[in-house]
């Protein structure tokens, strides 16, 4: 028999149930993510966050090929602010509007492609390789 008391508290009762991963980690780890497609071009991933990332980096290019102020302030409020070399010569927004965007300005959509490549070793779930359409 379970023992009696407070969902979701830490006690005498015990914790029934606890959500360990909320909508802030969630959105963090889609934020580091995209960061590293747009540094790396292509990033493995599961297939869950694959199908999250798709519509944010299509956002992003989007944005990109707009090239406004306003179109940079919004791709900030999803981009890291990190460097995309050790140089510290380029940051991510630089890459993203100077090297991204214009590449795919005759382009009306589809920037990005997840293509699934099996399995994960450790604990078999599924992989997908998301990279930018050449």
Known sequence: MSTQGRKNVHGKGGVRFKAGY???????????????????????V????????????DRLVT???KN??????????ILRDVYTTSK??????QKLFN???PRY?????G?????????RKGDNAPISLVSFVL
């Open 111 to 119: 920037y990005t492609r997840a293509l699934k490549l099996g399995n």
């Open 68 to 77: 406004t102020v306003a179109s940079r302030r919004e791709a900030m409020k």
């Open 46 to 57: 599961t297939d869950k966050v694959a199908k999250q990332i798709v519509p944010l980096a």
């Open 99 to 101: 090297v991204i965007g």
């Open 105 to 109: 300005k005759e382009r009306n959509g």
């Open 63 to 65: 944005y990109a090929k």
């Open 88 to 93: 510290e010569d380029e940051t991510v927004l």
């Open 22 to 44: 909320t909508a802030s980690k969630d959105k963090s780890m889609l934020r580091n993510v995209v960061t590293q497609l747009i540094i790396s071009e292509k990033v493995e």
